[in-house]
């Protein structure tokens, strides 16, 4: 049986003050589920990390009751439940990022649905399964890295140019052709989910991330995933969460590394002897 090992640690809010993690993590004796609730800055909509305990739990049973469907097939029939039950609307819903990691006796088959990344490990060597398309987002001159740049620092003024730059990001790229997809309330994100498979005996283990810690190897180069990988094996997976926040405290007012938060949610699961 693999050896499974989770770190997890709270991020804040844009306005720098304590709050609640929206990450989100469900072991099973066949699989593992990470979801990273989106920070939703709508007055009256549910929160992410809300959404994302629906659609764990969702994810969780089918995972269990059909342990040879698809993946994706999962997710959607997950997503549409989810939507029913709690009068969600597409486009005007709190929303989370999945990735997912199930084993049989001879495959590990994995998802990604926007950024949080399955890596998998073979002779020490990655194999990332990455959603990189919201990163490939065209860029604007007008967005909050620019303030961060321009020494605001994280306040009111950033967290304006963040609701409203989230809100246009949505609107125009969320769950759209050329866009990005992510779990929302329309089922069909689930379609657009990046998938594949590896033959059990060749992998050694995996990681699977959040972005406040995949943001160590994407955005701030502390390390590579085989030495992120190699760390969480010697040390445990909290000592690599760990090496990302001694990184943001040192740039308090994220001028070296422009980030919606000072410190943003850390989950981090390594599933070791797989």
Request: with cysteine; glycine share 10%.
């Amino acid at each position: 049986m693999p050896k499974i090992s989770v770190a997890e640690c709270a991020g804040v809010g844009v306005l720098g003050l304590p709050r609640p993690s929206e990450d989100r993590v469900l072991v099973l004796g066949n699989a593992v589920v990470v979801l990273d609730g989106a920070t939703n800055l709508t007055p009256g909509l549910p929160s992410g990390g809300w959404y994302a305990d629906r659609l764990a739990e969702q994810l969780g049973d089918r995972l269990q009751t059909a342990p040879e469907r698809g993946l994706a097939d999962l997710l959607e029939d997950a997503i549409r439940h989810v939507a029913n039950a709690h009068g969600l609307v597409a486009g005007s819903s709190p929303s989370s990022t999945v990735a997912i990691a199930r084993w049989t006796s001879e495959r590990v088959d994995a998802l990604v649905l926007a950024d949080s990344p399955v890596v998998a490990f073979s002779g020490g060597q990655p194999r990332p399964l990455v959603d990189d398309r919201l990163r490939r987002l065209p860029a604007s001159r007008h967005t909050y890295p620019q303030l961060l740049l321009d020494g605001v620092g994280y306040g009111e003024e950033l967290a304006a140019a963040l609701r409203a730059g989230m809100t246009k990001t949505a609107e125009r790229y969320r769950n759209h052709p050329g866009g990005f997809w992510v779990a929302e309330a329309n089922p069909v994100a689930a379609t657009h989910a990046v998938e594949t498979s590896w033959c059990r005996a060749d992998i050694d283990g995996l990681l699977l991330a959040t972005d406040g810690v995949s943001c160590g190897v994407d955005d701030y180069g502390l390390f590579t995933w085989a030495e992120a990988f190699a760390q969480a094996c010697a040390e445990g997976p909290a000592a690599v969460l760990d090496a990302v926040r001694r990184a943001e405290e040192a740039d308090p007012d994220g001028r070296r590394w422009p980030r919606a938060k000072r410190h943003d949610d850390q989950l981090l699961v390594l599933v070791d002897e797989v």
